[in-house]
């Protein structure tokens, strides 16, 4: 069970000043932003359940609310033809992509 890196190591001290390993469950890390790397709030690190872990907006649990509301953005203007598909950077191509075939 223990050997997997599932478990963190914890090296410590016994009173008796034996050294001993204890084991402990990782956290799970904390959601950041696909784009700008932003941490995401609003989003709780324990899994419950896919509501309790995700905004019911687009992209939500993915893209930060700025990140989100850019993308959407660039999709309209892509859509009306102010812009071309390849005037936007690499990491919000792919959701714009989405935003535009849906």
């Known amino acids: ?6 478990f963190r190591r914890l090296d410590r001290v016994t009173p008796k ?4 390993v204890h084991y402990a469950r990782r956290q799970p890390s904390i959601p950041h932003c696909a784009i700008c790397r ?3 709030n609003g989003i709780s690190r324990t899994n419950r359940g896919k509501s309790t872990t995700t905004n019911a907006r687009k992209f939500g649990g993915v893209l930060c609310a700025s990140c989100s509301a850019n993308v959407i953005k660039l999709a309209s203007r892509i859509e009306h033809g102010e812009m071309k598909l ?10 714009v992509l989405q935003m535009v075939s849906h």
């Open 86 to 95: 390849n005037d936007i950077g690499i990491r919000e191509r792919a959701y």
């Open 38 to 40: 932003a941490e995401l």
């Open 1 to 6: 069970m223990h050997r997997s890196r599932s």
């Open 17 to 20: 000043n034996r050294h001993v």
